[in-house]
């Protein structure tokens, strides 16, 4: 199978690389930049791809919406087989990439675009043929979580953990997608699509790390707990719900011990039961390691992780209910239905009652439109 490769950034290199001892496997031309071109794999024009007849496959490593969605209509139209890392874009224009796919006879697979070198959708996938799943979760940002690691146990300001994720390659090119956590919804909505047909759109829940600080980590870990941001999919009545939200768990459970940039993903069948996924989410080679799965997989005859008449949905978060631990001033805390206060003064630290995860980000809003500051996560165990 010869393969080639659009981008030659941390992924699309990490995949060059992968492909030069890959067996069965052909590194095809590598699609840079005009003026980028200099090494002679590399070529600035892409017809030298799309109209290569040897060329089986095209692996898409440039990000953003387009020319990768352009880029992917015209492998597929051309009989190639698809594959990318690209979550946003799979987001937005998967389900139409799909069916071109499945018109061709040609594979479009995108494991790498959530878990990274965690083979999350791959297995999902197969399972989802046979079985009924039910709900999956976890953490799917490595920057996120090496940040949260590095916050709690090596007492690093935000800042600094934020510098460090960035040197080590596990960042987007703009941060902010991975600490508000819209790079982990991202991953949960192609979760839900593989697991239930469904692509949630509009009506999802996003709250990110950005709010978290070295006080709250001081406070946490006094009471035993460990924070992580945790992305959820379930099925609902009629949709789904797909939310992202920080979680404190007890220092004993599973996800508490999920350092660095690892990620951990889970999903439950209603036969299967519990399967847990861990590994590295992020980085050149984990990320690159799951493309080339991907291309292994479509030289075996794979072809689609969306379920076939797969549809997109609002989702219906209606049913994630919570207690939350929050963080905020004084009188702020007074528009929360706090069922408990942990520890009053300027700052007031709380438990709310339960909620859904709907009011909970929409109170957050409001505080906060207001000008107050708030953290919050919701408590996976009843702390008081
Ligand atoms: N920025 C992403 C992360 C890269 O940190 O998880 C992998 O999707």
Redesign the pocket.
């Known amino acids: 199978m010869k393969v080639a490769v659009l981008g030659y950034g941390t992924v699309g290199a990490g995949v060059y690389r992968m492909l030069l001892n890959a067996p069965g496997m052909e590194a095809g031309p590598v699609l840079v930049r005009p003026g980028k071109a200099v090494e002679s794999f590399m070529v600035s024009d892409a017809a030298l791809i799309f109209g290569d007849p040897t060329v089986d496959a095209v692996v898409e490593t440039l990000g953003g919406l387009d020319p990768a969605y352009s880029c992917g209509l015209r492998a597929l139209e051309a009989g190639k087989h698809f594959i990318t890392?690209n979550?946003a874009m799979v987001a937005a224009h998967g389900l139409e990439l799909a069916a071109l796919a499945r018109e061709k006879g040609t594979a479009f697979l995108f494991s790498?675009?959530?878990?990274?070198g965690v083979p999350f959708l791959h297995n999902l996938a197969l399972s989802a043929e046979t079985d009924r799943i039910e709900a999956v979760s976890g953490i799917?940002?490595?920057?996120?979580?090496?940040m949260l690691d590095a916050m709690q146990r090596r007492a690093l300001s935000y800042a600094d953990a934020l510098r460090e994720?960035q040197s080590l390659g596990?960042?987007?090119a703009d941060?902010t997608?991975?600490v508000s956590g819209l790079?982990?919804l991202r991953?949960i909505q192609l979760a839900c699509a593989v697991a239930f047909g469904i692509l949630p759109h509009d009506g999802m829940l996003c709250e990110g790390i950005e709010h978290f600080t070295a006080a709250d980590t001081a406070d946490i870990r006094s009471r035993g707990l460990v924070c992580r941001l945790i992305a959820s999919g379930r099925r609902t009545e009629n949709a789904v719900s797909a939310y992202v939200e920080p979680v404190l768990f007890p220092r004993a459970a599973a996800e508490s011990s999920v350092f660095v940039?690892n990620?951990m993903a889970r999903y439950m069948g209603r036969r299967c039961g519990s399967i847990v996924l861990m590994g590295q989410?992020?980085?050149r080679f984990p990320?690159a390691s799951a493309v080339l799965r991907d291309l292994a997989a479509a030289r075996q005859g794979a072809r689609a992780m969306f379920p076939e008449n797969c549809r997109s949905a609002e989702a219906d978060n209606r049913e994630a209910v919570h207690s939350y631990y929050i963080r905020t001033g004084g009188s702020a805390a007074r528009r929360l239905p706090l069922r408990s206060v942990l520890a009053q003064g300027d700052v007031v630290r709380a438990v709310t009652e339960p909620m859904s995860a709907g009011k909970m980000h929409a109170l957050a809003q409001n505080i906060r439109r207001d000008g107050n500051d708030l953290f919050f996560a919701a408590l996976e165990e009843e702390i008081c």
Not at 112 to 116: E, F, H, L, R, S
Not at 140 to 146: D, K, R
């Open positions: 890392a979550k790498a675009a959530c878990g990274g799917l940002n490595g920057t996120t979580n090496y994720a596990y960042a987007e941060p997608a991975d790079d982990a991953k940039n990620n989410g992020a980085g990320t």
